[in-house]
């Protein structure tokens, strides 16, 4: 019995591990989106400081180029980072279906056994 509640507690870690994974993605795809934004109104206000919004006319502004160039980075690295959430989503799907499964068996293992139940504190204590 004590084997399977180290199991369950093993699964739990799994679980918490996963939803770590899962929210540091989640956070981190926010953060780029949201830094894709802000070089969307830079090279905005760029581009109506220069008047200038032809990317391919000579004196389009240098820091509008950059900054388009960056932004779309942002915006691919933010697509890769949907793809791992994906993936991390499902192993944390997985995670919970074990620790379940992991959980039933300690429960069942615990209702197979009327008459054992943990010693009192006292018996233990007495030694």
């Known amino acids: 019995m004590k084997a399977r509640e180290n199991l369950v507690r ?11 994974q899962v929210a540091q993605i989640e956070t981190m795809i926010a953060e780029f989106e949201k830094m894709a934004g ?13 008047g ?17 160039q ?8 933010a697509d890769e980072l ?3 959430l994906a993936a991390a989503t ?3 799907s997985e995670a919970k279906t074990a620790l379940e499964k992991a959980e039933a068996l300690v429960e069942r293992d615990n209702s197979d056994r009327p008459g054992e139940t943990e010693r009192p504190q006292s018996a233990v204590a007495g030694r």
């Open 10 to 20: 093993l699964k739990r870690f799994a679980v918490e591990d996963k939803q770590r």
């Open 38 to 50: 802000d070089l969307d109104e830079q090279v905005a206000a760029e581009q109506e400081r220069s």
């Open 52 to 68: 200038i919004r032809d990317t391919d006319h000579f004196a389009y502004p240098t820091f509008a180029k950059a900054a388009t």
């Open 70 to 77: 960056r932004r779309d980075n942002l915006k691919a690295s």
């Open 82 to 84: 949907k793809a791992q």
């Open 90 to 92: 499902s192993e944390l």
